[in-house]
């Protein structure tokens, strides 16, 4: 079946630490999209991809980085200079200009 | 640029009552409307979408909503609810210009729907 796989569910993190979120579609998407959720809160974009080699910062990219280096993966590194990055992530990818297909999510705590 | 707007943090409704969840939202070009469901701890799931054509959309688990262009609103319904479908729920717009366009999502409206 096709979809997004993200990876792990959960995840911690210590202080100082860098942490890598993964994502993996099999839909042959062109797009691909990474979002923060907090507690009761909407979606923020924090970076998104239309193409291989290429990526957009979102709305709140400082303390993220991500790469694009194939169609299938986007993964999103949480880095240390994140102060708060305890959150539900979500990835989502896009055929250009349709909806999006979103991942299960991985839950990311700061200990 | 767009926007949307759901004006409700949160609709109570009894089950097998109907229910209205409220979006509204504002693009320069043509509107490409959707719903998207979230329940705890997961991501988003799919409900519907409004790209052309009739402006009453049917979509997953009994939901639908309706198109208004001249109030610009995209409300989405559903004529008896049951206590599954309370969960988070997400209108989003993209401008149906040509060219690379994000979704913009709105802030999500808590249904909750009680026995």
């Known amino acids: 079946d096709g979809g997004i796989t993200q990876s792990p569910k959960y995840l911690f993190r210590k202080e100082g630490q860098n942490v890598t979120l993964s994502c993996e579609q099999n839909?042959?998407?062109?797009?691909m999209y990474w979002y923060r959720q907090d507690p009761g809160q909407g979606l923020r974009l924090i970076y998104y991809s239309q193409i291989v080699n290429d990526f957009q910062k979102g709305d709140i990219a400082e303390g993220y980085s991500v790469s694009r280096e194939k169609k299938e993966s986007f993964p999103l590194t949480v880095t240390s200079a994140q102060k708060n990055p305890t959150a539900f992530y979500l990835c989502?990818?896009?055929?250009?200009?349709?909806?999006?297909?979103f991942g299960s999510g991985t839950r990311l705590t700061v200990v | 640029a767009q926007s949307v707007a759901q004006p409700e943090d949160q609709v109570n409704v009894a089950e097998g009552n109907p229910l209205t969840v409220k979006c509204t939202y504002s693009?320069?070009?043509?509107?490409?409307l959707f719903w998207y469901v979230q329940y705890p701890n997961r991501g988003l799931q799919f409900l519907l979408k409004y790209i052309t054509g009739d402006n009453l959309v049917k979509g997953s688990y009994g939901f639908e909503a309706e198109f208004n262009k001249s109030q610009t609103s995209f409300h989405l319904k559903k004529p008896s609810a049951l206590v599954s479908d309370s969960a988070l729920y997400f209108c989003?717009?993209?401008?149906?210009?040509?060219?690379?366009?994000?979704?913009?999502f709105g802030t999500g409206t808590r249904l909750l729907v009680s026995p």
């Open positions: 989003a717009v993209r401008d149906g210009n040509t060219g690379f366009q994000k979704l913009v």
């Open positions: 839909l042959n998407h062109d797009a």
């Open positions: 693009v320069s070009g043509n509107p490409y």
């Open positions: 989502a990818s896009s055929i250009l200009n349709s909806g999006y297909t």
